[in-house]
């Protein structure tokens, strides 16, 4: 995302590049990007991380493109570890607010809200028939929902 798009942040970028060097991938602009150090510099780092990207064969996406595709990560990520859910919602949530209410991530929106109101109310009005005891259950089935979505989008995209 921080390439294709004007969100994101170099730390994140950098350690994008450590993690993807810790797993086997290997290119001269992502060893570079990964031994980079602070202070930071974004058009620096958005170069280097680009030209990695391209030495490994990744495509760049831009746009709503990347948000769904950042938005996909932070789904992944709720999936595996569900500890995190309330954390990744709100970043969902916000990311939602910052894209002008994008649709392919309004629902997040709508599910994160629900879920605060039940950490500290026993009622929410943003999730139709949500309750304590199966928000939880409700978010993981729409992340593996919204993930077949959005597989099924990338399959015809190519």
Same mark, same amino acid.
């Given at each position: 995302?921080?390439?294709?798009?004007?969100?994101?942040?170099?730390?994140?970028?950098?350690?994008?590049?450590?993690?993807?060097?810790?797993?086997?991938? =290997?290119?001269?602009?992502?060893?570079? *990007?990964?031994?980079?150090?602070?202070? #930071?510099?974004?058009? /620096? !780092?958005?170069? &280097?991380?680009?030209?990695?990207?391209?030495?490994?064969?990744?495509?760049?996406?831009?746009?709503?493109?990347?948000?769904?595709?950042?938005?996909?990560?932070?789904?992944?990520?709720?999936?595996?570890?569900?500890?995190?859910?309330?954390?990744?919602?709100?970043?969902?949530?916000?990311?939602?607010?910052?894209?002008?209410?994008?649709? =392919?991530?309004?629902?997040?929106?709508? *599910?994160?809200?629900?879920?605060?109101? #039940?950490?500290?109310? /026993? !009622?929410?009005? &943003?999730?139709?028939?949500?309750?304590?005891?199966?928000?939880?259950?409700?978010?993981?089935?729409?992340?593996?929902?919204?993930?077949?979505?959005?597989?099924?989008?990338?399959?015809?995209?190519?």
């Amino acid at each position: 995302m921080f390439c294709g798009s004007s969100r994101g942040n170099s730390e994140d970028c950098v350690q994008w590049a450590l993690n993807a060097l810790c797993d086997g991938e =290997d290119s001269p602009s992502l060893r570079i *990007l990964a031994g980079l150090t602070p202070p #930071l510099y974004s058009f /620096e !780092v958005r170069d &280097y991380a680009t030209k990695a990207l391209k030495e490994l064969g990744i495509k760049v996406l831009t746009g709503k493109n990347a948000i769904s595709a950042y938005a996909r990560d932070l789904i992944e990520d709720m999936l595996a570890d569900p500890a995190c859910m309330q954390h990744k919602l709100a970043v969902l949530c916000q990311l939602c607010i910052d894209e002008d209410y994008l649709d =392919d991530i309004y629902d997040f929106y709508l *599910l994160h809200w629900a879920f605060d109101d #039940l950490q500290n109310s /026993e !009622v929410q009005y &943003y999730w139709d028939g949500a309750d304590r005891n199966n928000i939880q259950e409700i978010v993981l089935a729409y992340c593996r929902e919204w993930l077949v979505e959005y597989n099924n989008k990338e399959i015809h995209r190519t």
